[in-house]
């Protein structure tokens, strides 16, 4: 690991502010971003007190902004959702609409340019905003957390999306389960889920909990340690 922290020593991150054509989009907060095929997708979001319902386009190869004209009935004006990509399709889930928190499911097919209102089993998420949905493996979306209805009603629970179904589960997990939050960031390495941080209203979280996808069990990272991961060799170290 010495030669890999060595190497990645001399490559200093930067931050590049490339030059953008095209319209600029409205300013906004709370929308999201997914990318395929060399393009980013931003859909929704909010700017003083208005929420959008746009999709913009950022082709990353002429560094163009475009707004995507799309077909069905689409998501309407939304903030703090979420969005996961599974192959051409971007997957849209809860969020808020200005007015109130809500629990629907919409996909964007990115090839037909059409959104699609998927017939849904099984019981969703309660209505919430500023939650993580994650795509595990290729199969399986999970919903973790968020801000409910009503005044500091934060959550902890579990959801997942059968996406070979489209059936929505809520299985029981074991463990240290983390403290109810919204705001976290969520992020799958291998058959593990990775949460860290995020807000209770009384106080931010600045902990890393792990969640063994295969056995729903939920763990703490240890704060003393750091995490080093590969992409070239697929491994995930902690090192003192």
Known sequence: MGSQGDEAAKKAAMWLYP???????????GHSACYSHGVVYVFGGCCGGLDFSDVLMLNLDTMVWNTLATTGQGPGPRDSHSAVLVGRQMIVFG?????KKV???????LGTKEWINPECKGTPPSPRESHTATLIGDDRIMVFGGSGEGEANYLNDLHVLDLKSMRWTSPEVKGNIPAPRDSHSAVEIG????VYGGDRGDRYHGDVDVLDTDTLTWTKALASLTLFYS???????LKQ
């Open 19 to 29: 030059k953008v054509l095209g319209f600029n989009p409205s300013e906004r907060w």
């Open 95 to 99: 969020g808020t609409n200005g007015s």
């Open 103 to 109: 629990n629907d499911l919409h996909i964007l097919d």
């Open 191 to 194: 058959n593990k889920l990775f």
């Open 231 to 237: 992409y070239e060799e697929n491994f995930v170290e």
